[in-house]
């Protein structure tokens, strides 16, 4: 029991201990030894470009960014060169600024570069490049240079990448431009006279196209033959668009928007190929606007067309299904009229009759009886002289002596004062026979599926 008595004497005791106060000589903290760090030493590096491409609005700078894998203790020089070699949709001279700028701190300032030499300053590794372009009123393509980025390295520096493609720099172009196209430029025609531009192709495959576009317009000769053409028509042409097509055999063609419509307005379109009218026949040489006559009697086969397909004095509206027409039936055009120049002519040349060769003036017209009055139609128009047809007279000059005495067709005679025609070119005049090759070509005469597709393209 002794112990129980001793207890609060000995917690007292250590009550008394803790708290006390020690407060011992403060004594200085130790001196950390000095490092000495090595001087950063890095001359292995590696340089990228953050796109191998840019495009930018015109207006708005081209900005092409740089990066160093790994930062350098020195200096690295770069050349920055604009160059516009072999690109057919090149920017024009006017359209950017030659005048270089570059920033080391992401864009924050930029300064200006001086004989197309720069260097990432050292312990650096981005870089950035610009220069402007022009917001101008012109509809163009969108419009590419090229910038070649060479570095120089020096004071030992060694670069592990291999060289930097160039990069391309498009520009493009923010002038209105309806999205659908049938050639390279369209034109809306106003009052059966006026061209007005409507679209153009944003990339473009041959510097010709280029030029063209360029200039804003077309030869002044080319279009006052689509003028007088189109004046020439009993139905309004609505738009022309130029192709220039060096791989189609296609000349031209034309089609009636209001069939797309499914109403019976005439609103046609001529679509030509250009290449033809500034190439030679094997489209290798060039020559002057329709030298050869080629593109004259495409216009002259395309106004056939539209001459023999309108509504306005060919086509029978009343009359939709094909079961009911008791003339010729067109599709997509509908049933024509009982004097409508087809339903007269597949009635003379379409009901099995037997005629001496040559059956047709070219062998394109052997296609179908659409294409046959209209190639009949441009041989009526460009021969000069047409012998009378009798017994023993090939079909073909029956078929033009058919169009020479049909009362829609014969007053185009003249068409060849005005428009350059050669048929030497082609298959040469018909007179009793004439032999010669055949091929065969499909129809320029668009299907109904054709013109729904570009009527939906302009919704
Ligand atoms: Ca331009
Ligand atoms: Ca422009």
């Known amino acids: 029991m002794k112990t129980r008595r001793l207890y609060p004497i000995v917690a007292l005791f250590l009550f008394l201990f803790s708290c006390s106060k020690d407060t011992p000589t403060p004594t200085p903290d130790p001196v950390a030894p000095e490092v000495v760090e090595p001087p950063f030493m890095n001359l292995n590096t590696s340089l990228s470009v953050s796109s191998p491409s840019v495009e930018v609005e015109e207006g708005n700078p081209a900005v092409i960014s740089l990066q160093l894998s790994e930062k350098l203790s020195e200096e690295l020089a770069i050349s920055i060169e604009q160059h516009t ?21 992401n864009g924050s300032t930029w300064a200006s570069v001086s004989n197309g030499s720069v260097a990432f300053p050292k312990e650096s590794t981005t870089l950035q490049v610009r220069f402007s372009t022009v917001n101008d009123e012109q509809l163009e393509v969108h419009e590419s240079l090229w910038v070649r980025i060479t570095p120089n390295p020096s004071n030992g520096i060694t670069l592990s990448n291999e060289a930097i493609a160039d990069v391309k720099i498009t520009v493009l172009d923010n002038e ?18 006026n061209f007005k531009l409507k679209n153009i192709s944003r990339t473009v495959s041959t510097t010709q196209e280029k030029a063209w576009i360029d200039q804003g317009g077309l030869p002044q000769e080319l279009l006052d033959d689509i003028r007088f053409l189109i004046k020439s028509s009993p139905v309004p042409v609505v738009e022309f668009s130029a192709k220039y097509d060096t791989e189609n055999t296609t000349l031209g063609s ?28 094997d489209l290798e040489q060039p020559i002057s606007y329709n030298e050869n006559g080629y593109f004259g009697n495409t216009l002259v086969h395309e106004l056939g067309h539209i001459l023999t397909l309108n509504y306005h004095n060919q086509i029978n509206t009343q009359i939709s299904e094909q079961a009911s027409c008791t003339t010729f039936y067109d599709d997509p055009y509908g ?25 047709a003036v070219t062998a394109y017209a ?30 073909a000059l029956h078929k033009i002596n058919f169009v020479k005495n049909n009362k829609w067709l014969k007053d185009f ?16 005049p018909i007179d009793y026979k004439v032999g010669r090759a055949l091929g065969s070509k499909p129809s320029c005469i668009w299907s109904q599926k054709e013109i729904m597709r570009a009527v939906e393209a302009r919704r």
């Open 254 to 281: 034309v089609y009636n928007l209001g069939v797309g419509y499914m109403d019976d307005s005439d609103r046609w379109v001529l679509n030509m190929n250009l290449a033809y009218g500034f190439l030679d026949s």
């Open 413 to 428: 005679k003249q068409l060849s004062d005005s428009i350059h025609l050669n048929l030497d070119l082609d298959y040469g």
């Open 176 to 193: 209105e431009n309806t999205q659908y196209f049938e050639g390279f430029m369209t034109f809306t025609i106003e009052n059966n006279s």
């Open 366 to 395: 052997e296609t179908n009886s659409g294409e046959d009055i209209a190639e009949t139609f441009l041989f009526y128009v460009a021969q000069d002289s047409i012998p009378e047809a009798f017994d023993y007279s090939s079909g």
């Open 335 to 359: 049933c024509m009229n009982s004097d409508a120049v087809l339903a007269e002519f597949n009635k003379a040349f379409y009901k099995e009759q037997e005629f001496f060769e040559p059956v």
């Open 85 to 105: 070699d072999e690109l057919i949709n090149v920017v024009n001279p006017e359209d950017y600024s030659t005048d270089l700028e570059f920033s080391v701190n």
